[in-house]
C-alpha cells in the first residue's frame, strides 16, 4: 500500500491525542484566520472558511475559539500575530520526496526546525519547487455514512461530475479537479449526502519503496512534522509495506 494512502490511517489513530494537546485546535484555528482573511468572515460567501469551520467543529474546536479565529482573520482582533502559508520542500531518507505546509507567524523559525528535523532523520530541507514536480493536486471529499452502496456513491459521482470513486477505511471517497473541489463539495450537500472531510491533497506520481531503518526513519519524520505546530500537513511518495507500517505503529 502507498505511504499516501496508508499513512492517512495512521493519522486517524493520532487525531485524539493531538486534540488533547491542544495542538489541533491550534492548527484549526490558524486555518480558519487565513480563509477569513483571504475571503471574508461569512461562511455562506466563503467555501473555503466554512470548510475549516466544519473541521473544526468536527474536532470539537470550542465556537469562541472558532469567533476569535474569524475575528483574527478580518481584523476584529489584532493580537499582532501576523499568519503566512508557506510551502517547503525536502527529501526524506533514501531520497524520498516531502511537501510540508505551514502557516506560521516567524519564517525563519520554522525553517530553521523543519531544517533539524529533516536532518535529524536522515533528510534534508530543499529549494523551493525541488519535488512540487512530483505530485498532483487533487480535491478529496470524504462521505460521512460507512453504510452507503456503491450505487448509491456512482450515482452521486456522476451527478457532481466526480473525476473517481475510491473506498478508504470503509467510507467512499470523492476525488475532483483541485480547482473544483468547493464547487463539488456543495452539489453533493444538496444531494443530502454528509461529509466527513473535504481537503486539496497532493498525490505523488511516482513512489520509493522503502524497508528496514529507512522505512522506520521516514515513519518517525513524518509524526514529528504533523506534530509539529506550524505545519499543516506534509506530503510524501515513500511506499512502506502494511507489515512494516504495523510494527512501527506497535512499537510507537
Not at 81 to 103: F, H, M, Q, R, S
Not at 134 to 160: C, P, Q, W, Y
Not at 191 to 211: C, G, H, M, Q, R
Amino acid at each position: 500500500m502507498s505511504g499516501h494512502s496508508k499513512w492517512h490511517n495512521i493519522k486517524g489513530k493520532k487525531t485524539a491525542a493531538d486534540a488533547a494537546r491542544g495542538r489541533l485546535f491550534t492548527k484549526v484555528g490558524k486555518e480558519i484566520t487565513i480563509a477569513a482573511r483571504e475571503g471574508g468572515g461569512n461562511p455562506d460567501f466563503n467555501p473555503k472558511l466554512r470548510t475549516a469551520i466544519e473541521k473544526a467543529r468536527a474536532v470539537g474546536m470550542p465556537s469562541d475559539n472558532i469567533k476569535r479565529a474569524i475575528q483574527r482573520g478580518t481584523g476584529e482582533i489584532n493580537d499582532g500575530a501576523t499568519y503566512e502559508e508557506l510551502i517547503y520542500e525536502g527529501y526524506g531518507p533514501n531520497g524520498v520526496a516531502v511537501i510540508v505546509e505551514v502557516t506560521t507567524d516567524n519564517k525563519n523559525r520554522t525553517m530553521s526546525e523543519l531544517r533539524k528535523l529533516f536532518s535529524k532523520f536522515g533528510g534534508s530541507l530543499g529549494e523551493q519547487n525541488c519535488v512540487s514536480w512530483m505530485f498532483t493536486s487533487i480535491g478529496k471529499i470524504t462521505l460521512k455514512d460507512e453504510n452507503l452502496s456503491e450505487e448509491e456513491v456512482f450515482d452521486l459521482a456522476t451527478k457532481v461530475n466526480a473525476l473517481d470513486v475510491q473506498k478508504e477505511d470503509e467510507k467512499y471517497v470523492l476525488t475532483t479537479e483541485a480547482e473544483n473541489l468547493f464547487k463539488v463539495k456543495e452539489l453533493v450537500e444538496k444531494e443530502d449526502f454528509v461529509i466527513d472531510s473535504a481537503e486539496i491533497i497532493k498525490v505523488p506520481n511516482t513512489y520509493v519503496k522503502l524497508t528496514g531503518d529507512d522505512a522506520e526513519r521516514m515513519m518517525k519524520l513524518m509524526m514529528e512534522l504533523e506534530d509539529h505546530e506550524d505545519v499543516q500537513r506534509a506530503f510524501a511518495n515513500f511506499e512502506i509495506s502494511d507489515e512494516e507500517m504495523e510494527k512501527f505503529l506497535t512499537a510507537a
